[in-house]
């Protein structure tokens, strides 16, 4: 009985206290309210110099906006929470608003226009009332036909491109050009002899990426090479692909290299086959064929992911020569640990060439040093002139835009 | 005229794709916008030519009863499955083309990904055997590393989080950049080879 009657007082209390806070708050509230009201009459100080220019290295379409902050964003009585830019076709026309931006922000791209077509705009700053800024215009939007952020690229890809011309002309001249051995690929005879002694197949891993990653068309260029000792040496290749587009032009890779070792009855559409698109469904494909073909050599060469270690610690587990390539520089530790033979970043690009001997591709690797050397130069110089103050400029002049 | 008429589309198709890097007006936006839509399509077509190989090569080994058939049989039958599933009850969240999505394909491939596990406790058995200078210095800066990352790091001795740091930033980032420029240099250079027509092994007549 007498914890009923506690229970009915604490109840009586609380149902006092709770409609006298919020009878507080909303007093506080309203007073607050109410100061603001009193003291605050004017509105905020208006945006300044504000300027709409075409966007610059666009596809057109687009017209920026810029302001100066008003004197009460984030100064002075510090009101403004925002800003709204407004557009119309005529000085003298209806305004609409276009875009809204956060107070602090003193940019708006206006990306609903026409191109060619004149616009004016004025941006107004907003608290519980507006001040708007004069009128700016008329600006038009156009697309520009050259990206000057891009000068810096354009300018490197036409010297490169002149090296690789020079270099290659040269070659065929009969200019003779050092090219340093790569373990990887003075082993690819060996690898295949191998697997032609011991009656397996050799398998050969174009990578998980697509056709259009360089770095799968490398590895198409050597597999053209290795198809050709393949079918020279009478042995078995096997190329599961991850990419139905890869697996096409793998075919025809082989079936071409087939064709200029003379044995194109040897060659077999059926073992050059789509796998899967599934990243560790593909894995345990190859796992599997590694395990069960008991393949001799195993090629990787081309763009991986996780799966390059489950790969090739399987194939280490076989006991196959392996030789790796790729230029995904995260997997590159797996595959040294666990391959014979590793082709580190640029020596997988090099390895089509340094298979053929050819001149003119030996002359692309030379191109690739003196690039290399240009580019030790620039860092050496970035270094020297970003270490002096007032010269610091120069590491600017190489910034890429999009 | 077999190997003129693709090195001739490989050299249109790749100076135009150079020039419309440098180009950024609506004209060259629609090429590339175009030519995605190209590669999309004929993505499309592949994947039936895919779909077929993969067919042909494991009813190939169904009917020779070639060494592992059993599981060619359940690859067809999964495609079977699946295509049946997904044709009559669509592949929406709900249905039983995700469900089995969700509760079969997930986890058996969460179970590859966890094979990784393994295969790394394996691969840094060997990499970190001792057994010359610079495998020494691999297994100490591996340690330091390793022990810098986690909490008890910092209780064993203080300073190893700014030693495994430094690796990190420094030693690291350093081949990893040489590395990359590297690369890079080669991306270019093959490109180049390919649409200049240089390098064409890719067509046959090698060398």
Redesign the interface.
């Known amino acids: 009985m007498r914890t009923k009657i506690a229970e009915r007082r604490v109840e009586g209390v609380n149902r006092g206290i709770i409609p006298l806070v919020a009878f507080l708050f909303l007093l506080a509230i309203g007073g607050r309210a109410g100061a603001q009201s009193s003291t605050d009459t004017l509105p905020p100080s208006p945006p300044s110099e504000v300027t709409a220019f075409d966007t610059h290295?666009?596809?057109?379409?687009n017209i920026t906006i810029n302001w100066k902050l008003s004197a009460d964003d984030g100064t002075g009585r510090n009101t403004v929470k925002g800003y709204d830019i407004l557009r119309s076709e005529s000085r003298s026309g209806e305004f609409e608003m276009v875009g809204s931006v956060v107070a602090g922000i003193s940019t708006f791209q206006d990306d609903k226009v026409e191109?060619h077509r004149n616009y004016f705009y004025k941006v107004r700053a907003k608290d519980h009332r507006f001040s708007e800024s004069g009128i700016v215009g008329p600006v038009q939007a156009s697309?520009?036909?050259?990206?000057t952020n891009?000068t810096v690229?354009?300018i490197f890809?036409v010297i490169?491109?002149a090296l690789?011309?020079y270099f290659?002309s040269s070659a065929k001249k009969g200019k003779k050009l050092y090219i340093r051995p790569i373990p990887g690929m003075d082993a690819v005879d060996e690898a295949v002899g191998r697997a032609t002694e011991m009656g397996r197949p050799i398998l050969y891993i174009l990578g998980l990426s697509t056709i259009?990653d360089?770095?799968t068309?490398?590895s198409?260029?050597i597999l053209?090479?290795v198809a050709?000792k393949v079918a020279e040496f009478q042995s078995k290749l096997l190329v599961p692909?991850y990419?139905?587009?890869v697996?096409?032009?793998a075919q025809?890779?082989v079936?071409?290299?087939y064709?200029?070792a003379g044995r194109p009855d040897s060659y077999d559409e059926?073992n050059i086959?789509?796998?899967s698109?599934?990243?560790?469904?593909y894995?345990?494909g190859v796992n599997?064929i590694m395990l069960?073909?008991r393949t001799a050599t195993n090629f990787y060469l081309g763009m991986f992911y996780?799966e390059s270690?489950?790969l090739a610690?399987t194939g280490n587990i076989a006991g196959s020569i392996q030789i790796a390539g790729t230029?995904a520089?995260v997997q590159?530790?797996?595959f040294?640990?666990?391959c014979d033979y590793t082709l580190?970043?640029?020596e997988?690009?090099?390895a089509?060439?340094y298979l053929?001997r050819?001149p003119?591709?030996l002359g692309?690797?030379k191109?690739?040093d003196w690039?290399?050397m240009g580019?030790i130069a620039l860092i050496v110089l970035g270094g020297f002139f970003a270490s002096i103050h007032h010269l610091s400029g120069f590491v600017n002049l190489f910034t890429v835009g999009h | 005229m077999r190997r003129q008429i693709p090195l001739a589309i490989t050299l249109v198709g790749g100076v135009v794709m150079i020039i419309q890097y440098f180009i950024p007006h609506q004209i060259s936006q629609e090429i590339y916008r175009g030519s995605l839509d190209w590669l999309m399509i004929i993505a499309g077509f592949t994947m039936v030519l895919g779909i077929g190989s993969l067919v042909i090569h494991h009813t190939d080994k169904l009917k020779h009863h070639r060494e592992g058939w059993g599981y060619s049989l359940v690859t067809l039958a999964g495609l079977a499955v699946m295509s049946i599933v997904g044709l009559i009850w669509g592949m929406a969240g709900d249905k039983p083309f995700m469900q089995i999505f969700i509760y079969a394909q997930n986890p058996i491939q969460a179970t590859m990904f966890s094979l990784l596990a393994f295969f790394i406790a394996s691969a840094a058995y060997r990499a970190f055997r001792a057994r010359s200078f610079v495998a020494t210095l691999l297994l100490l800066s591996a340690i330091i590393v390793m022990i810098g990352r986690v909490p008890i790091g910092a209780k064993i001795w203080s300073p190893i989080r700014l030693v495994s740091d430094w690796l990190l930033d420094y030693p690291n980032m350093v081949a990893k950049r040489a590395i990359g420029l590297g690369v890079g240099l080669g991306m270019i250079s093959t490109a180049l080879k390919i649409i200049l027509g240089i390098e064409r092994s890719y067509l046959g007549g090698v060398k």
Do not use: H
């Open positions: 290295n666009d596809a057109g379409k191109n697309g520009q036909w050259y990206n891009r690229v354009l890809v490169f491109t690789v011309i290659v259009s360089v770095a068309l490398a198409l260029t053209g090479r050709k692909c990419d139905p587009i697996m096409t032009v025809e890779v079936k071409n290299a064709l200029d059926s086959w789509f796998l698109q599934s990243q560790f469904a894995a345990a599997g069960r073909e996780a270690l489950i610690e230029d520089v590159l530790p797996f040294i640990t666990s580190i970043g640029e997988f690009y090099a089509s060439a053929s050819e003119k591709l692309s690797i191109a690739q690039g290399k580019l």
